[in-house]
């Protein structure tokens, strides 16, 4: 009766050691840097094609901290036109083999007013959590890519791939030598497909 006792607990204690460090891990995987694609779609507008995208967020403890000591967060969607292959090699050559199309987001936090906020330009929203403003950053509507083209005036069938990434080739020179080869700094969503006949995911 004693042995069994003795079994019984030391399975509770294994138990709640495991429990534990479950526990103990958990923070530690939900702090990783992550970029996970939702949602993509595109559409003909006019002489232009608009981008639809949604990307779900998440920041390691290093880039909160980041942020929380002022430091602005640059993020960059980009698109790149695959097809017409032709067209988007002439593309590539032309913009040095550049995306074709690039917009930035900077995500900062305010102290005094404990706000973070996401800029476009002169443009912000301000949200109350970091939870919030990921959501809204991960985010892109009715983006004009391909505009004036005969790709875009004639509606003729085109495929591209996005993404979005954190862009340390913005931040201060400091920072961009810093961070070089530290895991903690690299955060993208990897090439995304996405074309005229329906959105990719």
Same mark, same amino acid.
């Given at each position: ?6 079994? &019984? $607990?030391?399975? @509770? ?6 429990? *534990? +460090?479950?526990?103990?891990? /958990? #923070? ?26 949604? &990307? $779900?967020?998440? @920041? ?6 980041? *942020? +929380?000591?002022?430091?602005? /967060? #640059? ?127």
């Amino acid at each position: 009766m004693a042995f069994s006792t003795r079994c &019984f $607990q030391n399975a @509770l204690c294994k138990l709640a050691a495991l429990l *534990l +460090a479950a526990c103990v891990l /958990l #923070p530690a995987w939900a702090a990783e840097n992550s970029v996970h694609p939702v949602s993509t779609s595109a559409e003909y507008a006019s002489e232009h094609i608009e981008l639809n995208a949604r &990307f $779900q967020l998440g @920041l390691s403890q290093t880039l909160e901290d980041a *942020l +929380a000591n002022g430091l602005t /967060l #640059p993020f960059t969607y980009e698109f790149q036109l695959t097809r017409p292959r032709l067209y988007a090699w002439y593309r590539q050559a032309a913009d040095s083999f550049n995306p074709t199309a690039s917009l930035t987001y900077r995500l900062t936090y305010h102290s005094l007013s404990r706000q973070y906020r996401v800029n476009y330009g002169s443009f912000y929203r301000g949200f109350a959590s970091l939870d919030e403003a990921l959501s809204a950053l991960g985010v892109v509507r009715n983006w004009n890519v391909l505009a004036d083209t005969g790709i875009a005036k004639d509606k003729d069938p085109f495929a591209g791939k996005i993404r979005l990434r954190l862009d340390v080739s913005q931040l201060p020179k400091p920072f961009q030598l810093s961070t070089m080869g530290q895991g903690d700094w690299k955060l993208e969503s990897g090439w995304i497909d996405v074309s005229s006949e329906g959105g990719g995911s």
